[in-house]
C-alpha cells in the first residue's frame, strides 16, 4: 500500500448528519492537503497541513467544516449539519516536501464521494 | 489570486492524430504550472510541471506543455494519442512565493476515438 488511501470511498448521508472522511498520507510525508471536487469542476483547495499544524485553512467554506491531523500522519475531515451542496468528491494528496517544495510533488488519493440527500 | 481557464470542456480525437489542450491562467505574481490527469474511478496524476527554465517542460506518457508568459498560456500536446489517453485532463497554477496551494481550471475531458 504504497499510494494514498481514503476512507470511506463512497458516503450517503441524510441532511443535517456529521460525517467525518479519513485520509491515509504516504508514510512519511509530511505536507497534507484536502480538496473538494463539484460535479463538472476542478479540484477546489480546502486546507493544508504542514506536520500536525494547519498552514492555511482559507479554502474551508464555513466553520460546518473542520479538519484535525494530530499525529502528524493520518487526517480527518469533519463536517457538521451536512447541507445538499456539500456533495462532491473531498480528494487527499501529500506531499514529502515542505514549504513551497510541497505544491512541487503532489499524490493525490482516489477520494471520498460524499452524497447528502 | 490566481486563476486558470480550460475553454474546452470535451475534445475528441481519433486515434494517432495529435491533440491540444488548452490552458491560459491568470496571476500578478510569478507562477508555477501543473498539468495533471484523472483517469476513469482513479485519483489525479501529475503528468508536467514548470517551475523555471526551459519553457517547453516534457511529461509522462509522451505529453509535453509550453510555457507561453507574454499569452499567460500552458497549452498541453501529444503528436499521436493513443486509447488509453482517455481521461480527464487538469490544468493547475500555483505562485511561486510560497502560497502553498494549487488552483485548478474546471478539466478537458479526452475522448480518443478509434
Known amino acids: 500500500g504504497a499510494g494514498v488511501s481514503q476512507t470511506p470511498s463512497n458516503k450517503v448521508t441524510e441532511k443535517g448528519k456529521y460525517v467525518e472522511l479519513r485520509c491515509d498520507p504516504i508514510?512519511?510525508?509530511?505536507?497534507l492537503y484536502w480538496y473538494r471536487q463539484s460535479l463538472g469542476q476542478g479540484p477546489e483547495f480546502l486546507i493544508y497541513?504542514?506536520?500536525?499544524?494547519?498552514?492555511?485553512d482559507s479554502g474551508l467554506p464555513n466553520d460546518r467544516f473542520f479538519a484535525v491531523r494530530p499525529e502528524g500522519s493520518v487526517s480527518t475531515l469533519k463536517i457538521q449539519r451536512t447541507e445538499r451542496g456539500d456533495s462532491a468528491v473531498y480528494l487527499c494528496a501529500s506531499s514529502p516536501q515542505t514549504g513551497l517544495g510541497s505544491i512541487e510533488t503532489q499524490y493525490f488519493g482516489p477520494g471520498t464521494r460524499l452524497l447528502v440527500l | 489570486a490566481q486563476s486558470v481557464t480550460q475553454l474546452d470542456s470535451q475534445v475528441p480525437v481519433f486515434e494517432e492524430a495529435p491533440v491540444e489542450l488548452r490552458c491560459n491562467y491568470s496571476?500578478?505574481?510569478?507562477?508555477?504550472l501543473f498539468w495533471y490527469v484523472q483517469y476513469p474511478n482513479q485519483g489525479l496524476q501529475l503528468l508536467l510541471k514548470y517551475l523555471s527554465g526551459s519553457t517547453l517542460v516534457k511529461g509522462i506518457n509522451g505529453f509535453e506543455a509550453e510555457f507561453n508568459k507574454s499569452q499567460t498560456s500552458f497549452h498541453l500536446r501529444k503528436p499521436s494519442v493513443h486509447i488509453s489517453d482517455t481521461a480527464e485532463y487538469f490544468c493547475a497554477v500555483s505562485d511561486s512565493f510560497g502560497n502553498e496551494k494549487l488552483t485548478f481550471g474546471t478539466g478537458t475531458r479526452l475522448t480518443i476515438i478509434p
Open positions: 497541513f504542514q506536520g500536525t499544524g494547519a498552514a492555511d
Open positions: 496571476s500578478s505574481v510569478s507562477v508555477y
Open positions: 508514510s512519511g510525508h509530511t505536507a
